[in-house]
């Protein structure tokens, strides 16, 4: 797999929460799903590269799948890895609305 392609599949989806959208208009942080396997320095190259957005710092969490009941069965939902990517204080709102679409 190319160095290019790696880095388009790094960057799931956009995570829309109170949380995430608070952030976003405060301390210019943005949150993405990653895949599972990325390290923080392919995220920062994968948002450079893809969205266009200078990164200033990193930080990841790893969140563990809820066990749901279903009837009698017992299920689980898959485990994420959610990306908290802060940006400069001078990018605008606009500007990450039309990286992330």
Do not use: F, H, W
Not at 7 to 16: N, R
Not at 46 to 56: D, I, P, Q, R, Y
Request: with cysteine; charged share 25%.
């Amino acid at each position: 797999m190319s160095n290019n392609s790696r880095l388009q599949s790094v960057i799931k989806y956009s995570l829309i929460s109170e949380k995430a959208v608070r952030l976003q208009s405060e301390k210019q942080v943005l949150t993405l799903i990653v895949d599972k396997s990325t390290n923080k320095v392919e995220i920062a190259q994968a948002c450079e590269a893809v969205l266009g957005l200078k990164v200033t710092a990193v930080n990841i969490v790893n969140v563990k799948g809820k066990t749901k009941n279903r009837g009698n069965r017992k299920g689980r939902r898959s485990d994420i890895k959610k990306a908290y990517i802060t940006l400069p204080a001078n990018t605008s709102l606009t500007d990450i609305e039309t990286a992330v679409e």
